[in-house]
């Protein structure tokens, strides 16, 4: 249902390309990890693999479990509820595990949280907690990175100004990116391959923030 509703919203608010990189697979099983900008984003994201064919568990803040609806609709569907700084935090990572083996793909913003930044554009992503490579670690399963952009554009900076972003954002139709990137299996040390996710992923990142422009990625 999220993955429909992503496809209705997402074109209503801004105008979604997407790319790949040669020999992209999401293969049942893989942990799908991208950057995280935006309230924006995850719709984003979704709409995009859903183009793609794919309709992952998101693992996402546990707060969304208490918006009516919302969170019912999340718990249906076998999503990831993350409590940051609880001791529930390691059963998200066995619900993904779980989920993993059970060929599903699953979605991870392995920076923990959103930019504190009140500005629209766009940077590179932030460090990497070690949830992901702990998952991958755990499971074996491959790392899909992805990179989107403009979600900024439709949503960011203070509560008025986040509000004012998505009344306005069907008139202004912001463009928006997702690069998928090639699959590739983390090895090495969680220091490694937390740093090798990152490095992934801001590729495929700089990537969707090129073909919209953005100087931040023209500059790198």
Known sequence: MLSRIAD???????????TTDPG??????????????SLADPAVVVAALHRLGA????????GLWRVPLLGRALAREGHIP?????????AALDAAAEALGQGRLVLIYAEGGLPRRKDVAEAAPGTFRSGLARLAEHTG?????????????VTSGSTAKQLAGLVTAPLRRPDLHVHVG?????????????????????????TAASHLGEPAALAA
């Open 55 to 62: 309709e992952p568990v998101i693992m996402a803040a546990a």
């Open 8 to 18: 209705i919203l997402v074109p209503a608010v801004g105008r979604l390309s997407v």
């Open 82 to 90: 993350v409590f940051r700084g609880d001791r529930r935090a390691a």
């Open 182 to 206: 090639a699959p590739l299996e983390l090895t090495g040390g969680r220091a490694a391959q937390t740093a090798r996710a990152r490095t992934a992923v801001t590729t495929a990142w700089r």
């Open 24 to 37: 992209t697979e999401l293969a049942p099983g893989s942990i799908i990890a991208a950057n995280h900008t």
């Open 141 to 153: 399963a491959p790392v899909v990175p992805v990179g989107q952009a403009g979600a900024r554009r």
